[in-house]
């Protein structure tokens, strides 16, 4: 049984960082494109970032150069270091697993985690 499990979300004020874990279990994910999305009160699940099974990484415009994904393959976890956190980066962020090549297109994850809340206060 596939597990994602993430942590590390919490409140911060604007300026500041977070890193998130998502720990995968269940299967080994080497060849898998795991991803971040986030959900933000009243708004739709958008794409935030995700890395391909060659560690190439891929970010949505609107946080390329704050936020940093990395995976870790021997331990089956996806991180996500987030820098100049602003108050519109607010949501639930959901880790994601999916294999195939195209990494940004929500309905084609097959994992999901529950999620964990970051606020950012201004």
């Known amino acids: 049984q596939v597990q994602l499990v993430e942590s590390g979300g919490g409140l911060v004020q604007a300026g500041g960082s977070l890193r998130l874990s998502c720990v995968a279990s269940g299967r080994t994910f080497g060849t898998y494109v795991m991803g971040w999305f986030r959900q933000a009160p009243g708004k739709e699940r958008e794409f935030v970032a995700a890395v391909k099974w060659n560690d190439t990484p891929m970010y949505a415009l609107s946080v390329k150069g704050r936020f940093t994904i990395s995976k870790d393959n021997a331990k089956n976890t996806v991180y996500l270091t987030m820098n100049s956190l602003k108050p519109e980066d607010t949501a639930v962020y959901y880790c994601?697993?999916?294999?195939?090549?195209?990494?940004?297109?929500?309905?084609?994850?097959?994992?999901w985690g529950q999620g964990t809340q970051v606020t950012v206060s201004s």
């Open positions: 994601a697993v999916k294999r195939g090549p195209v990494v940004s297109t929500e309905n084609l994850y097959e994992y």
